[in-house]
């Protein structure tokens, strides 16, 4: 039986998706292929006609987090902007859902470990991200915004790292509201929601 290719790239995309969640929620090396055409309603033996190696597929889930929506920022002001990524970034929200959340957090170890096309993916999500944050920005000085920007984007991926070791109690509670809190201080947007948002 013959497919599409309109019909190949939406195979294609279960299995990224399949693969996106387990991956984030169980590691590279937790998650066999077996598990991630099983969540994606599929049979082994289809996987290799969309990918040459799980290691291929890893690179291919790293992409911006589904909360990334970079038409609807486009319309806010900067510090709405900001704000708004900031928030939903240290969100506890974010922090209980690893599978639907943001690669970087979530794939940071594996990314390190598993090869360099995986690396050089991450690396390019991250910085990507960072010049997001950078251009919003209101600083005249181009060098401490990248400096900032990069400092936030750390900021963010450790500290909602953290925070999911931490589980769900206090302890993560206050490093969510900390980080979020210090990188609003070092972007320049109030924080009006203190420790309440979720």
Known sequence: MSYTPEQKQRTRERIIESASRLFKKDGFENTGIDAIMAAAGLTRGGFYAHFASKQ????????????????ALGKLGKQDKLRRIIEVYMSRGHRDNPDAGCALPALAGDAARVGSAPRKRYSRLALGLAGVIRDTLAMPDKEHAERTALAVIALLIGGMSLARVLGRGKNSDRVLDACRET??????VDDNRGSSYH
């Open 56 to 71: 291929e597929l890893f690179a291919e889930v790293i992409r911006p987090p589904c909360f990334y929506d970079g038409e």
């Open 183 to 188: 990188a609003m201080s070092l972007t320049g």
